[in-house]
């Protein structure tokens, strides 16, 4: 996202948050491209980071886990030690599936992570939290976009079938009959698909999974809930960093990854012809029509969603996923307590979900904000 069109994002932020009544982020931002407000046009940090209530919080604070939600995590951590004298946060983003893990093994404060914990995962962090159990908050949602690399094709459109086919190593050519039907009159060459994934535990990898196994059962009999790739063939890359490289760089080639990684790297995204009068592209307006319907599963002080992964709704983009931030409802360590409830309830707040403009991101719904609001406090 480039710097200029910050004020322009700042003074759509209250109409978004009206208008896509949905958890979105548009540009989760890769590792190599975080998007934050420089000193001379810091106004809405200076703002949120005077509204901080420290609330005890001290020292060190460890956390990781999603990387779709780094920029999020560099803008709160900038003002909240910014706020709160002597506290250091220290976010790791290293995945999904390495965060869950240093979770359990006791290792960080919370981890984030694109899918919510499965039921051995919650079994697990029960060693950890001693009284209680880790629970799932979620923070920010978005599309996955799947981009590609194809000269003279422009505006390329699969649907769920073909994209498990290709990344199921079933369709090898890009001018396959499936491939062809779905973009009459493109210029598909004679070539190889070159399709990457994800070599690291990921949650987009599980939740692209979902997708496939939802909207195009026939042809996806992988396990839905597996956050490492469960496919054989295609080329392996570390990180959506990784992946998004790759595609960037090899001529005829696919992959997957939040949509600020496109955005990032100029990568063309397919179009996803759900069944709707349309095909859908992969935008935050487009995946808020499909996170605007999702249903809260979780019992007690667990918040986690169910998607509509198979949503025929007119421009609702299908591939999306929610970052959650996974903490102990009960056992917390009681040095680290008083700061991870602090940081928390200023990510959840007002002044933490405005912020996220600046980043590319928009704020929580309000219902299930004020959700989260109510549980962060009673964390111990």
Same mark, same amino acid.
């Given at each position: 996202?480039?710097?200029?069109?910050?004020?322009?994002?700042?003074?759509?932020?209250?109409?978004?948050?009206?208008?896509?009544?949905?958890? !979105?982020?548009?540009?989760?931002?890769?590792?190599? $491209?975080?998007?934050?407000?420089? &000193?001379?046009?810091?106004?809405?940090?200076?703002? @949120?980071?005077? $509204?901080?209530?420290?609330?005890?919080?001290?020292?060190?604070?460890?956390?990781?886990?999603?990387?779709?939600?780094?920029?999020?995590?560099?803008?709160?951590?900038?003002?909240?030690?910014?706020?709160?004298?002597?506290? =250091?946060?220290?976010?790791?983003?290293?995945?999904?599936? #390495?965060?869950?893990?240093?979770?359990?093994?006791?290792? !960080? @404060?919370?981890?984030?992570?694109?899918?919510?914990?499965?039921?051995?995962? !919650?079994?697990?962090?029960?060693?950890?939290?001693?009284?209680?159990?880790?629970?799932?908050?979620?923070?920010?949602? #978005?599309?996955?976009?799947?981009?590609?690399?194809? =000269?003279?094709? *422009?505006?390329?459109?699969?649907?769920?079938?073909?994209?498990?086919?290709?990344?199921?190593?079933?369709?090898?050519?890009?001018?396959?009959?499936?491939?062809?039907?779905?973009?009459?009159?493109?210029?598909?060459? *004679?070539?190889?698909?070159?399709?990457?994934?994800?070599?690291?535990?990921?949650?987009? %990898?599980?939740?692209?999974?979902?997708?496939?196994?939802?909207?195009?059962?026939?042809?996806? &009999?992988?396990?839905?809930?597996?956050?490492?790739?469960?496919?054989?063939?295609?080329?392996?890359?570390?990180?959506?960093?990784?992946?998004?490289?790759?595609?960037?760089?090899?001529?005829?080639?696919?992959?997957?990854?939040?949509?600020?990684?496109?955005?990032?790297?100029?990568?063309?995204?397919?179009?996803?012809?759900?069944?709707?009068?349309?095909?859908?592209?992969?935008?935050?307006?487009?995946?808020? &029509? @499909?996170?605007?319907?999702?249903?809260?599963?979780? %019992? #007690?002080?667990?918040?986690?969603?169910?998607?509509? +992964?198979?949503?025929?709704?007119?421009?609702? +983009?299908?591939?999306?996923?929610?970052?959650?931030?996974?903490?102990? *409802?009960?056992?917390?360590? @009681?040095?680290?307590?008083?700061?991870?409830?602090?940081?928390?309830? +200023? %990510?959840?707040?007002?002044?933490?979900?405005?912020?996220?403009?600046?980043?590319? +991101?928009?704020?929580?719904?309000?219902?299930?904000?004020?959700?989260?609001?109510?549980?962060?406090?009673?964390?111990?």
């Amino acid at each position: 996202m480039k710097l200029s069109r910050k004020n322009g994002l700042r003074a759509s932020a209250i109409g978004a948050l009206v208008v896509s009544g949905a958890l !979105v982020l548009s540009a989760c931002g890769s590792d190599n $491209n975080t998007a934050t407000p420089d &000193k001379k046009d810091g106004a809405s940090t200076s703002a @949120a980071a005077s $509204n901080i209530a420290c609330e005890g919080a001290k020292g060190q604070l460890l956390a990781a886990g999603s990387s779709a939600q780094k920029n999020a995590m560099d803008l709160w951590v900038k003002n909240f030690q910014a706020a709160c004298s002597g506290v =250091e946060i220290n976010y790791q983003a290293i995945g999904s599936g #390495g965060g869950i893990t240093k979770f359990n093994q006791g290792q !960080v @404060a919370f981890a984030g992570s694109d899918s919510a914990l499965k039921d051995e995962e !919650v079994a697990e962090s029960q060693k950890i939290c001693k009284t209680g159990k880790g629970v799932n908050l979620p923070m920010v949602g #978005g599309p996955i976009a799947i981009g590609y690399k194809l =000269e003279g094709v *422009d505006n390329l459109v699969l649907d769920a079938s073909a994209i498990a086919k290709i990344f199921d190593n079933k369709i090898t050519k890009w001018n396959d009959p499936a491939i062809a039907k779905l973009n009459p009159g493109a210029k598909l060459p *004679d070539s190889t698909i070159q399709a990457f994934h994800r070599s690291d535990e990921s949650g987009t %990898t599980q939740n692209l999974g979902k997708y496939l196994s939802t909207a195009a059962a026939a042809d996806w &009999k992988h396990d839905p809930k597996s956050k490492s790739w469960p496919a054989q063939g295609g080329q392996a890359a570390n990180g959506s960093s990784g992946v998004a490289t790759a595609v960037k760089d090899a001529e005829g080639s696919i992959g997957y990854f939040e949509l600020s990684y496109a955005t990032a790297n100029k990568i063309s995204t397919v179009s996803i012809n759900t069944g709707a009068a349309a095909p859908v592209t992969a935008t935050s307006e487009n995946a808020s &029509k @499909a996170i605007a319907a999702a249903k809260v599963k979780g %019992t #007690g002080s667990d918040l986690a969603l169910s998607l509509d +992964y198979a949503t025929k709704a007119e421009g609702a +983009y299908p591939i999306v996923l929610v970052t959650y931030e996974i903490a102990c *409802d009960k056992g917390n360590k @009681a040095e680290t307590l008083p700061t991870l409830k602090a940081f928390l309830n +200023y %990510t959840v707040s007002e002044e933490g979900q405005k912020v996220l403009t600046d980043a590319g +991101y928009a704020p929580l719904p309000a219902e299930i904000a004020a959700k989260v609001r109510t549980i962060v406090p009673t964390l111990s």
